[in-house]
């Protein structure tokens, strides 16, 4: 079994920071890509930011300049830095890893997600 546990969100003013967490656990022979989504209430969810076993990024257009996905393969974690936090931000924030078993089985693994809420 593989769980992610999410930390981080919580209630800030426009233009302020925030930065996610998102921690693996259980029986993991190594991690490939790690990624960030969003969903907004009424909304479907939606990528954030993206980043390679290997370090690369990419990020949606409206986060550009202001979230920075990072990770850290030792410890089995994502991070998500915001700042220059906008109302349009608020949503609850996943994370979501593409996990190799033990047994080279690959599998999305989903965190229950953390609530960002950027107030105007």
């Known amino acids: 079994q593989v769980h992610l546990v999410e930390s981080g969100g919580g209630l800030v003013q426009a233009g ?3 930065t996610l ?6 029986v993991i022979f190594s991690i ?8 907004a209430p009424g909304k479907q969810r939606e990528l954030v930011a993206t980043i390679t076993s290997g370090g690369s990024t990419n990020y949606i257009d ?3 300049g202001r979230f920075t996905i990072s990770r850290d393969n030792a ?5 998500l830095q915001m700042s220059n936090l906008k109302p349009e931000d608020t949503a609850v924030y996943y994370c979501k ?4 078993s033990t047994t080279r089985s690959v599998y999305d693994h989903w965190g229950q997600g953390t609530q960002v809420t950027v107030s105007s």
């Open 32 to 39: 490939n890509a790690m990624a960030w989504y969003r969903q």
């Open 21 to 26: 967490s998102c921690a693996a656990s259980g």
């Open 62 to 64: 409206s986060v550009k």
């Open 75 to 79: 410890k089995k974690l994502v991070y």
């Open 16 to 18: 302020g920071s925030l």
């Open 97 to 100: 890893m593409v996990v190799v």
